[in-house]
């Protein structure tokens, strides 16, 4: 995987090849388990993508009650 470097005075850098769309998808193709030895980076994405999935799920059902309140 390529990675850019975002800036010299860090040591983070942004991957080129991250799929930007991959939040729109139903289900993630990562696994989103946490275990020993797992950089502070990777964990922050896993806690990221369940917090996404949690507002997915949140918003649906928001739209779910609007749409039917709005038919009555």
């Given at each position: 995987?390529?990675?850019?470097?975002?800036?010299?005075?860090?040591?983070?850098?942004?991957?080129?090849?991250?799929?930007?769309?991959?939040?729109?998808?139903?289900?993630?193709?990562?696994?989103?388990?946490?275990?020993?030895?797992?950089?502070?980076?990777?964990?922050s994405?896993i806690?990221?993508?369940?917090?996404?999935?949690?507002?997915?799920?949140q918003?649906?059902?928001?739209?779910?009650?609007?749409?039917?309140?709005?038919?009555?």
């Amino acid at each position: 995987m390529e990675s850019l470097p975002f800036n010299s005075n860090f040591t983070n850098s942004v991957s080129l090849n991250k799929d930007v769309l991959s939040v729109f998808k139903k289900t993630s193709e990562k696994n989103l388990s946490i275990h020993r030895g797992m950089s502070v980076k990777e964990i922050s994405d896993i806690v990221s993508e369940k917090i996404m999935t949690v507002v997915r799920e949140q918003f649906e059902e928001t739209k779910i009650k609007y749409e039917t309140k709005e038919k009555q």
